[in-house]
């Protein structure tokens, strides 16, 4: 019988090796020095590895992953919070600039019609006042609740971070 391949010896070292082949390797290595000593050495990093075993985590990391977790979950509420408080500041700038727009469509409109032109010729310059005005104070509200909301939340995100 020739010598024994190297997997072959691995396999006889961890036990996987069995049966008739198993067997003859093992006969093999009893009869043969070379073998004998290869199958010796991975017997022995067989049974030390078996010995390993896996690291242990440090004993603060569930509570630094569970701190992240907050922290990732308070970032995301701030940002729905955000959301949510700008939702009626962009639909008051979305009203100012439709208003706009069909302030535009409607002198379009108006004209070939005296009439209504005539009446427009006294609203309209009410619209083209106040549009500008509604613009600006649609987004100096949203100004306003961006900062209100920063403020009122800073001291929950300061409290979590401090805690981590
Ligand atoms: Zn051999």
Known sequence: MSHLTDSQLQ???DGTLRGPEGLGAREHCEGCAECGAELSIYAALSGQLSTLRDPEPPTDFT?????????REAQLVTRRHTLLAAIPAFALALFAIVGW???AQVNHLIDGVSVARTVWSAVGPVFAAVRVPLGIGA????AVVLTALSRTLRPVYA???AGS
Do not use: H, I, K, P
């Open 139 to 142: 987004f100096l509200f949203l």
């Open 101 to 103: 727009a069909l302030n």
């Open 63 to 71: 509570a630094t992953v569970l701190a992240a977790v907050q922290v």
């Open 11 to 13: 396999s006889l070292a």
């Open 159 to 161: 409290r979590l971070t």
